[in-house]
């Protein structure tokens, strides 16, 4: 199993310009995922596999980069104490690739 990131370039409607940078990579049951689509606008979230990709998250951020990466690489590995395990509402910050 690849502790990595998978990233994919999203295209516009034209397919000629990139729109987003989405990210993912999986953890042990668990989907991590990040979309960035200005140094301003990122998301990230946490996901159990099952629920993934139109479930609730276990977590989310949005925000700046830096922000959103932090918080992100900051989560405690699931199972241990702190990690969220309890699925949640997303925010409408919450955007996933429909092509994933």
Known sequence: ???GFRFLHLYDSTGQAV???HAERRLGGL???YTVQATTEAVAARFRTED???GHPLWQEHGTVADVVTALLALPPNGTPGA???ARR???ALWIPRDI
Request: avoid cysteine; charge should be negative.
């Open 19 to 21: 729109e987003a940078i």
């Open 1 to 3: 199993m690849s502790v």
């Open 90 to 92: 997303p925010s409408s």
């Open 31 to 33: 989907i991590e995922t």
């Open 84 to 86: 969220p395990t309890t």
């Open 52 to 54: 993934y990709p139109s």
